[in-house]
């Protein structure tokens, strides 16, 4: 590798945003495009607010990764004078009769030195009389973590890239011939060429478009609806002043963010399903949530938090997870080109590692290392035609 290598990252969301950044800082020439702009309403890291946290279950390196991703997030709101991560602390509730999840995230956590606390029911009622812990047996409470600003952070990445002597250029990659080997050159919807010694395309839910042959279907943008709801004029119980993130694992997963007193998050009561919704065009798609999912929502919604029964639905948000089959990221060379990569499949929680992603590509490419099996395309090899 030369010592001033020019990189072109493609995709300025929290994947390619953060690598862009650490490269440029390692003394790499960077150029970063984006078809729409950082953190956009059609990209997978737009909106407002993304959950930050530890708890992963058994055997995953998420737990680890999110320990950096949180030095890291710190690091960068102290010298950028800017804050990112609102840390409400985020609670896991666990219920009676399921609670492996939980129960084997505790090692995981305590290894990463991610500090926690394990509530009892009789601690979580006293502590937050405004949510109903029926079913629930206790809880992982996560006191650093909470939410993260994701447009915001995401937009705040890009100025501090260009600040730095980054270019940064509003410009789609064309989709055409990106699988062609060798691999100099990527035309751009301006027309324009942009040569460069290494390509790091980090394109989320439009991965498997732009790379059909290797990526395809490895990559399944789904849809998934939020929702925003009113909480009563005045009543503070249900703002981050006074309610942590909480997820709750029933047959569904739910999670949910509290409403904000400042700034960007303050548009409600953030209530989701995770459950992995039907293909999305994230070019095409319309951003209409279902009528199915809102009343699913709002049925979790009356029994969990009993006084937001009848809360009147405020905004809806549809915004899509860059799916792999196994929810593990794609970390890797293009098999037929040394100088691309690949970089995506977030699968619904990337975000929180963007600054760690970032730093680990950073690593990868300017040292010409290899990722670790796990995040390596030759694992769905059974998959692939
Ligand atoms: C509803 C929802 C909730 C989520 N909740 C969480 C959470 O709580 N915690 C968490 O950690 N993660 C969460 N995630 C996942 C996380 O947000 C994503 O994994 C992450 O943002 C993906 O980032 P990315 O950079 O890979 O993709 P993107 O943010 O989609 O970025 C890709 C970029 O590439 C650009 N692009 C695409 N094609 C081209 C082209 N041809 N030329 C130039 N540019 C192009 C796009 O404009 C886009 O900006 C959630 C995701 C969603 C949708």
């Not at 709750?248 to 904000?260: K, L, T």
Request: positive net charge; hydrophobic residues 40%; glycine residues 10%.
């Amino acid at each position: 590798m030369k010592s001033k290598p020019h990189i072109a990252v493609i995709g300025a969301g929290a994947f390619g945003g953060w690598t862009a950044l650490h490269l440029l800082e390692r003394g790499a020439r960077v150029t970063l495009l984006d078809a729409w702009g950082p953190g956009n309403s059609r990209a997978s890291s737009g909106g407002e607010t993304r959950v930050m946290r530890g708890t992963y279950g058994a055997d995953q390196p998420y737990a680890e990764m999110a320990a950096r991703a949180l030095t890291l997030w710190a690091k960068y709101e102290r010298r950028w004078k800017r804050q990112f991560l609102h840390r409400t602390g985020v609670l896991w509730m666990a219920p009676a009769n399921d609670d492996v999840f939980e129960s084997d995230s505790i090692k995981p956590l305590r290894a990463a030195k991610i500090k926690f606390q394990e509530l009892s029911q009789p601690q979580l009622k006293k502590r937050w009389p405004q949510v109903n812990f029926k079913g629930i047996e206790w809880a992982i409470f996560e006191p650093e973590c909470g939410y993260l600003d994701a447009r915001t952070s995401c937009q705040g990445v890009v100025e501090e890239f260009v600040r730095q002597g980054g270019k940064y250029r509003q410009v789609a990659a064309v989709a055409d011939g990106l699988e062609a080997a060798p691999f100099r050159s990527l035309t751009l919807s301006d027309g324009s060429q942009l040569k460069a010694d290494v390509f790091v395309f980090a394109c989320g839910p439009w991965l498997g478009k732009l790379f059909p042959q290797t990526i395809g279907d490895l990559v399944q943008p789904t849809k998934q609806d939020i929702f925003f709801f009113g909480t009563p004029a005045g009543d503070n119980r249900f703002t981050d002043q006074h309610l942590p993130v909480w997820g709750d694992h029933r047959d569904h997963f739910f999670y949910g963010i509290p409403g904000a007193l400042s700034g960007d998050a303050r548009r409600g009561f953030k209530v989701a399903d995770d459950t992995r919704g039907p293909a999305f065009d994230p070019t095409s798609g319309e951003r209409i949530a279902s009528p199915e999912t809102l009343r699913f929502v709002r049925e979790y919604l009356a029994h969990r938090f009993p006084a937001l029964k009848d809360a009147p639905l405020l905004e809806t948000r549809v915004c899509q997870y860059e799916q792999t089959p196994d929810s593990h990221f794609i970390i890797d060379r293009h098999p037929q080109n040394e100088n691309v990569w690949l970089l995506g499949g977030g699968s619904g929680h990337g975000f929180k590692h963007g600054p760690a992603v970032g730093e680990m590509m950073a690593d990868l490419i300017l040292k010409e290392g290899e990722p670790a099996a796990m995040w390596r395309l030759a694992r769905f090899k059974n998959m692939m035609s």
